[in-house]
């Protein structure tokens, strides 16, 4: 499981993915958080292995819950 944002810096979150899975595409399986401040739902053919968005900002509960909830127990 990952917890990806989707606006980062250098990269944005679906070339991130898209970089993964090119250089390790034993990890295209994945399940991904993504984790966006954007109101809007996330746009399924960028991040395709995305199984749930977290809003920012988020508070520790909030994610501990959804990890768990989507990933298992960490």
């Given at each position: 499981c990952m917890i990806l944002d989707l606006m980062?810096?250098?990269?944005?979150?679906p070339t991130l993915m898209a970089t993964i899975?090119?250089?390790?595409?034993?990890?295209?399986?994945?399940?991904?958080?993504?984790?966006?401040?954007?109101?809007?739902?996330?746009?399924?053919?960028?991040?395709?292995?995305?199984?749930?968005?977290?809003?920012?900002?988020?508070?520790?509960?909030?994610?501990?819950?959804?990890?768990?909830?989507?990933?298992?127990?960490?």
């Open positions: 980062m810096p250098e990269m944005d979150g899975e090119q250089s390790y595409p034993q990890y295209r399986s994945i399940k991904i958080l993504v984790a966006t401040a954007k109101g809007s739902p996330i746009n399924p053919q960028s991040v395709p292995q995305a199984i749930t968005r977290i809003q920012k900002p988020f508070d520790l509960d909030e994610l501990y819950r959804e990890v768990e909830e989507h990933c298992g127990k960490p």
